[in-house]
């Protein structure tokens, strides 16, 4: 407990402090999308910014990617503990490294600065930014094929990026001879540091405002209003141990499952949610750190909810996470972990499935399994190029609505790159980019469609890397609802047509002229099909979403063609449906 008086609280003026905050670290967002080089930053919004108080807990977090968001406490507090007594006005921090700085994997670099007021650190203001490259085995660092995390690329313990405002040339220097995108990542860089220079600003702007003591007595109670409020919204929960076990594929040609198990138990106002049963750390880039499994958990946890939480630390407190060490979800040095985002989505997928038979209301069908992460490389000129996205997305159906399309993963909020920007950018075209029909996963509400892209390589000598799942084991329906189709990777579609793994770990080189074909999942089903209204299923065909044959094969719905129209043949339904119930 802080020692601050919690007496004397005005709840409006601490909503009007809250809102500052969030706008504070919203701004951030702001900054740093507008300022940013690389189209992983810019356009596929890879990021997250938060505001944190003089202890490191986090008082309010900016939009994007919320698997990001419950890691910044564990990064910050680090700084404070490894340089106490060492921290002055104008310091810039920069570290990734999960094993040594909670960082989460090597692309993510963390640049935080302490805000100071009257000579003492009053808040921290952070900036977490994918970068397109960090160097090692693979371009863009996501390498699958990696069995430790030196493959990985430049590690960063914690270390002063600026001292009093003084660049670290020499660190500068080593980083751009270490990537192979050295003017994006400098960049960025750079935007992440001007990110925080706003939040600086506006934080001075607030405390100059309210006055500093008001303002950090408001912070702290902050803290426990969202403690209570998470407390009361668990209480709504039923008590009781809610178990799932989901899977990624498996790495390479001959991939093993890797199994994710948990297991959700609510009593009064905690949750414990313990993976134990999840498979072992694996010798590629799919373990995520430790504050990372967690983040996941707060991030599934906190879209179950219904009242409006604060963006702070003590939302957590009610919380508790678990993974045996050793295991994929808490790995031991020196695992690699640069494609971890795959099981951070699918950690998300597996406690919704533990939760649906809690909440069966406030949880999706399983979605198409994050984000598709191609890497497409090369280089022009003799210099480098590494485009990559977080490929989005669908969700897959509720008990009130179908699941929704070309949509991002709760799990990151984050945008497909446009075709434009694409082909402007790099020497790859799009040739097609759109739904995949008859892909979504019947129920009475059916999933999202599938989503497809293809990247024709307009150059010799171009490599492709590719991160996706759900093939062996797709998206799960829900209280009767189907699977939805399974992904696929093709090389050369119409011409080879070469299946690709799930999850490379081999690249593949390609030659001006090749095609990579990429059909995402689609979202699982919920609820029995045949319960589906018929004209919402005949709207799908109109729609061209669901053919006339899965109308009839999925829902029992017969469409038949009245001259330029379709319509419901509304007795054979009548009759076919009955005959599939017996």
Aim: glycine share 10%; net charge negative.
């Amino acid at each position: 407990m802080c020692i601050r008086d919690r007496n004397n609280i005005d709840p409006f003026l601490r909503e009007v402090i809250r809102y500052a905050f969030d706008a504070i670290a919203d701004n951030m967002a702001l900054t740093l999308m507008r300022t940013s080089h690389s189209g992983i930053v810019r356009d596929s919004l890879d990021f997250s910014t938060a505001l944190s108080d003089a202890t490191g807990q986090t008082i309010a977090q900016g939009v994007c990617t919320p698997m990001h968001l419950g890691c910044f406490q564990d990064a910050v507090s680090k700084v404070i503990h490894d340089y106490e007594g060492k921290i002055y006005p104008e310091d810039v921090f920069i570290f990734n490294d999960p094993f040594v700085a909670a960082g989460q994997h090597l692309p993510d670099i963390y640049i935080t600065t302490p805000i100071f007021y009257d000579r003492k650190i009053v808040a921290w203001a952070t900036a977490l930014a994918h970068h397109s490259d960090v160097g090692g085995i693979v371009a863009g660092s996501n390498a699958l094929v990696a069995y430790e995390i030196f493959q990985e690329g430049l590690r960063l313990p914690i270390v002063k990026f600026l001292e009093k405002g003084a660049p670290n040339q020499a660190l500068w220097d080593v980083i751009a001879l270490n990537v192979r995108t050295p003017d994006k990542v400098i960049g960025d860089l750079q935007a992440q540091i001007a990110a925080c220079k706003s939040c600086e600003k506006e934080f001075h702007e607030l405390l100059e405002r309210y006055g500093v003591d008001t303002v950090l007595r408001y912070s702290d109670n902050l803290q426990d209003y969202a403690e209570q409020l998470t407390k009361s919204e668990i209480r709504q929960i039923p008590n009781g141990s809610y178990s799932f076990k989901d899977h990624i594929d498996g790495l390479g040609e001959n991939p093993e499952p890797i199994i994710l198990q948990v297991q959700v138990t609510v009593e009064d106002e905690t949750i414990i949610v313990d993976w134990e049963g999840s498979s072992e750390q694996v010798p590629g880039g799919v373990n995520p750190s430790f504050p990372f499994t967690k983040s996941c958990a707060y991030a599934a946890l906190r879209s179950i909810l219904s009242a409006d939480i604060p963006n702070c630390e003590g939302f957590s407190r009610p919380i508790t996470v678990s993974a045996p060490l050793g295991s994929i979800l808490n790995p031991r040095f020196p695992a690699p972990c640069g494609a971890r985002g795959i099981t951070g989505y699918r950690m998300i997928d597996c406690l919704f499935g533990a939760l649906s038979a809690a909440l069966p209301d406030s949880v999706t069908a399983d979605t198409t399994g994050g984000s598709t992460l191609p890497t497409i490389s090369g280089y022009e000129n003799g210099k480098a190029y590494v485009f990559c996205e977080t490929f989005m997305g669908t969700w897959g159906g509720t008990s009130g609505h179908d699941g929704q399309e070309g949509v991002p993963h709760m799990g990151a909020n984050q945008s497909n790159v446009s075709i434009e920007m694409i082909e402007q950018d790099y020497p790859i075209r799009i040739n097609e980019y759109g739904f995949v029909p008859d892909s979504a996963g019947a129920g009475e509400f059916r999933g999202g469609l599938a989503l497809v892209r293809e990247y024709e390589a307009l150059s010799d000598d171009t490599v492709l890397n590719v991160r996706s799942d759900k093939r062996d084991y797709p998206p799960h329906g829900l209280f009767g609802g189907r699977e939805g189709k399974p992904s696929k990777n093709i090389l050369n579609p119409g011409r080879t047509d070469r299946l690709l793994p799930v999850l490379m770990t081999e690249v593949e080189t390609l030659n001006r002229g090749d095609v990579f074909r990429h059909e995402m999942a689609g979202g699982g089903g919920y609820g029995v099909p045949w319960a589906r209204n018929p004209e919402n299923v005949l709207k799908d065909v109109v729609e061209e979403k669901v053919s006339v044959k899965a109308a009839k094969d999925d829902y029992g719905v017969i469409i038949v063609k009245n001259g330029h129209s379709l319509e419901i043949d509304k007795k054979g339904t009548f009759d076919f449906r009955r005959s599939l119930e017996v």
